[in-house]
Structure formats: C-alpha cells, structure tokens
C-alpha cells in the first residue's frame, strides 16, 4: 500500500525553527515528486511547493518562497518543511502529497496532515 | 482571491444531485490543462475524487462525475447521501504565475 506517513504535531513560540517530516512507503520514492500543501485554519488548500527526490529540483510559491525549505532524504524516502524563524501566521496543518514528475498530474495520495501551532 | 473560482456552498437532499462548480481563465483550465478533485471530509486529510477531468481512482463511486469545458469544470454528485457531506477542491495548473498548482476555494456540501 503506497503511504504517506507525517511527523506529530508540533507548538513552537514564533521565531523558533521548525522541521516536520512526511516518509514515503510501498513505492519507489525518487519516482515521484512531493508536494506540500497548507490549510490554515477554518480555510482552503494552498499549494507550498514542490520537490522531486530524484534530482533535488524544487519549485516555490510565491507566497512561500524565501519562508520555508523544502528538502528530502532519498535514502529513507522523507521529505522535509522547514522553517527558520516561525511566524505566528504559519499555525496551519500541512500535508504532504505524492505525484508524479511529468506535468500537472493530480495528488494522490496524501499524509494525514501535520498541525503546527506557533503562539507565544 | 484564488485562481480557481467555486461557488462556498451547494446543498442538496438525500437522493438529490448537485453540481460544483470551477471556473478558471485562458492560463490554467482554459489552456488544455487537466482538472482534479479532492474531497476533504471533516477533520480529515483531503483525498482524491477525481483526476483527469473525468476519470475515478479505484473504489470511489460512479455517484461522482467530472467534466470540463472551455475555462470551467464540474463534479456532479448522483443520490446524495449523508457521507458525501464535505469540501470539495477543485486543481489544475496555472502557467501565468510560473507554473503553479492551483486550487480552487473550496466548496462545503451539506446534505440537508
């Protein structure tokens, strides 16, 4: 069964660094890229960004370049979101998702969601 | 303002069909670009409903339907029941913004 199996959720006071995890099982990791996708509270979906463990390559949302990393191990098939400085605005769950490299395919499947609180 | 346009809300009674909406422009769904829905039950991680436009993953019901024309795309739920009750997201991809996945806003289902 192909999963995506995110780290707990996390609180952190703004200004601390954070980095959630989200490991792939029953695929070959480095065949599919790993987007990650926020949800704040009470509101819709936002695509982050995108990595493809393969080669590393990543694309950026606008609205999320510069704020966060996105990275992976291909060695222990996981993706990594990190965060340098949280603010309090990043309290959301985040998910990750599988999909494959070429083109606008669709997201399937995705983790169980990771919820990070930043409130001091 | 997301790229992808849907309507907050539809309802409908057990049995009924309805119809959510997603309206694009002439850089995302209007360019040939496929549309996938997901459907997100409460306080659960979104999963996909239909991908391709039209096309089921396996073990969801033909209940749910998808097309798409010009700019727009629809999902059509068949006899409504109580477990559809959901938000549903509609997804494509947009070329004007340096090729970005975009979502719709959600639509809440409630199934009267």
């Known amino acids: 069964e192909v999963q995506l199996v995110q780290s707990g959720a996390e609180v952190k006071k703004p200004g601390e660094s954070l980095r959630i995890s989200c490991k792939g099982s029953g695929y070959t990791f480095t065949d599919y890229c790993i987007t990650w996708v926020r949800q704040m509270p009470g509101k819709g979906l936002e695509w982050m960004a995108t990595?493809?463990?393969?080669?590393?390559?990543?694309s950026y949302s606008p609205s999320f370049r510069g704020h966060v990393t996105i990275s992976t191990d291909w060695s222990i098939s996981t993706a990594y979101l990190q965060w340098s400085s949280l603010k309090a605005s990043d309290t959301a769950i985040y998910y990750c998702?599988?999909?494959?490299?070429?083109?606008?395919?669709?997201?399937?499947?995705w983790g169980q969601g990771t919820l990070v609180t930043a409130s001091s | 303002q997301s790229v992808l346009t849907q309507p907050p809300s539809v309802s409908g009674a057990p049995g009924q069909r309805v119809t959510i909406s997603c309206t694009g422009g002439s850089s995302n769904i209007g360019s040939g670009y496929d549309v996938h829905w997901y459907q997100q039950l409460p306080a659960a991680a979104p999963k996909l409903l239909i991908y391709?436009?039209?096309n089921r993953p396996s073990g969801v019901p033909d209940r749910f339907s998808g097309s798409k024309s010009g700019t727009s795309a629809s999902l059509v739920i068949t006899g409504l029941q109580a477990e559809d009750e959901a938000d549903y997201y509609c997804?494509?991809?947009?070329?004007?913004?340096?090729?970005?996945?975009?979502f719709g806003g959600g639509t809440k289902l409630t199934v009267l």
């Open positions: 997804q494509s991809y947009d070329t004007s913004l340096s090729g970005w996945r975009v």
């Open positions: 391709g436009n039209n």
């Open positions: 990595i493809d463990p393969s080669d590393s390559y990543t």
């Open positions: 998702a599988r999909h494959k490299i070429t083109g606008n395919s669709h997201f399937d499947p």
